[in-house]
């Protein structure tokens, strides 16, 4: 075979043109894609547990975005946190928690009860410094003593703000007094109103319960009466949980008991007494008009979050996730869960919960 007959056929000019347009083509397409790959990338990554920098209080990734997800937020650390604390707390880690669970299932919530003290705010917070939970999620702030504590041991506790709910105030059903002032409320708890017929109603013992100081979930008192049991009356009759507390309510004619609003107002077994600042200005707990008796649970309370969200309604619990600042993989859980809660999609759970989020 001669090389001219070894030669290919030449190609004509158009064929040229043709051919270089797919090469361009396949060029633009390969940068067209890597780009896009670029900018996707850090949206899909999921934090390989590293650990983070310590956030300030009231910080949060989500950097004011209007449409922030579970997925929006990083640094989520991969394992198994305990986590523990505040019953007002309930409703959230029935609902927000599942969802989260499904979104982050890299991060993995374990609810752990105390086995020495009833589940609550303080002993909740005791059990953070104690290293038997990764963070807390309180109705109240860590207090100084507490906070002291801490230093002590080598660090600090932060405390971050992610909802709001009321404190309501439970009585027996047959109770012939319809609201209390703020004032008259602490003074029953320090022992100086003893006798409803002290405050116009029937001559009767009046029984308080509650948590132990130590262990309390909401407090109704300035931060220098937390965690003194020498405040309170020598009449308190201290109760496990918040069940145990309505339980004896409901079987006590003079009893009375306080506890986070969604804790108590959907329950049927109890009276709930409006609250003011002064007698002339008394706002309830639920949304008027109250649900009768006989038409729970078919029909039940619900909590007056309008009123808890204007200020009208005077006594209020905020709630909080407490970490540890020990630049840990247990401070970035804390901090992630923050974040996570914070979220436009979290704060949206937290009202169905049932609580006033923080937007």
């Known amino acids: 075979m001669t090389n001219e007959r070894r030669r290919g056929v030449p190609l004509s ?27 996707l990338r850090p949206r899909l990554q999921i934090d390989n547990g590293t650990f ?54 890299e991060l993995q919530l374990l609810y752990v009860d105390p086995t020495s003290s009833s589940p609550g705010s303080g002993s909740g917070i005791q059990m953070l410094l104690d290293g038997k939970l990764d963070f807390v999620e309180s109705s109240r702030p860590p207090s100084a003593a507490e906070q002291k504590i ?34 008259q409320l602490q003074q029953i708890y320090f022992g100086k109103i003893t006798n409803w017929k002290q405050l116009d109603g029937p001559d009767l013992a009046i029984t308080p319960f509650s948590q ?19 405040t309170f009356g020598s009449n308190i009759q201290y109760v496990y949980s918040p069940t145990e507390a309505l339980r004896r309510v409901n079987q006590t004619p003079g009893g009375i008991y306080y506890a986070a609003a ?16 002064d007698s002339t200005k008394l706002v309830s707990p639920y949304i008027e008009p109250p649900v009768s008796k006989n038409q729970c649970p078919q029909q039940r309370n619900q909590v007056n979050t309008e009123a808890i ?22 401070q970035q859980a804390g901090e992630a869960y923050t974040n996570l809660l914070l979220t436009d999609q979290g704060q949206q759970l937290i009202e169905e919960a049932g609580l006033v989020p923080m937007r």
């Open 212 to 230: 132990r100081p130590e262990s309390a979930d909401t407090v109704i008192f300035g931060d220098k009466e937390i965690l003194n049991q020498q």
């Open 52 to 105: 983070s920098r310590p956030m300030s209080q009231g910080t949060s990734t989500t950097s004011g975005r209007s449409d922030s997800t579970f997925q929006t937020i990083t640094n989520v650390p991969i394992g198994s946190f305990k986590h523990g604390g505040s019953t007002a707390w309930a409703s959230i880690r029935t609902l927000v928690d599942a969802q989260i669970q499904n979104a982050r299932p």
């Open 150 to 183: 801490a230093t002590q041991r080598g660090f600090q506790l932060a405390s971050r703000q992610v909802a709001v709910d009321g404190i309501a105030i439970a009585t027996h059903p047959s109770l012939q007094v319809s609201g209390l002032t703020v004032e």
């Open 262 to 277: 969604r804790t108590i107002v959907f329950q049927c077994t109890v009276k709930l007494l409006t609250v003011g600042l």
């Open 309 to 330: 969200n204007d200020g009208s309604y005077p006594i209020i619990t905020k709630l909080y996730v407490i970490t540890k600042q020990n630049n840990s993989q247990q």
């Open 13 to 39: 000019k158009d064929a040229v043109q043709i051919v270089r347009g797919l090469i361009v083509g396949e060029l633009i397409t390969i940068i067209i894609i890597g780009g896009l790959w670029l900018w």
